[in-house]
């Protein structure tokens, strides 16, 4: 069983950056391949960023690339998300998930495990 708890919530201008933070407690996290996900409200969950086993692959949305970056920590048994240049189309709730696969899917429903979402408002 593995426990999921994102950080970092914020209310930031657009153009500004913000950094989200997953730790996961339970064995084996290096095992996981780790995604963000994102909801705004009235839409459907999207894939937003992920990155495999061991971190040795990270995979993005196109309309994130370039802006989000994916990394992860084992020793800490952490994922973070860092996002720049954000937009108001960014303001959603940010989920993390983790996956007990090598690769990462773009999938929801392919992940085992969820955190409850922390929220991310880009406004001026």
């Known amino acids: 069983q593995v426990t999921l708890v994102e950080s970092g919530a914020g209310l930031v201008q657009p153009g500004g950056s913000l950094r989200l933070s997953c730790v996961a407690s339970?064995?084996?996290?290096?095992?996981?391949?780790m995604g963000w996900f994102r909801q705004a409200p009235g839409k459907e969950r999207e894939f937003v960023a992920g990155?495999?086993?061991?971190?040795?692959?990270?995979s993005y949305a196109e309309p994130v690339k370039g802006r989000f970056t994916i990394s992860r920590d084992d020793a800490k048994n952490t994922v973070n998300l860092q996002m720049s240049s954000l937009k108001p189309e960014d303001t959603a709730v940010y989920y993390c998930?983790?996956?007990?696969?090598?690769?990462?899917?773009?999938?929801?429903?392919?992940?085992?495990?969820w955190g409850p979402g922390t929220q991310v408002t880009v406004s001026s």
């Open positions: 990155i495999t086993r061991r971190g040795f692959s990270t």
């Open positions: 339970g064995p084996n996290f290096d095992f996981f391949a």
């Open positions: 998930a983790a996956r007990a696969q090598y690769y990462v899917s773009r999938n929801a429903g392919d992940y085992d495990y």
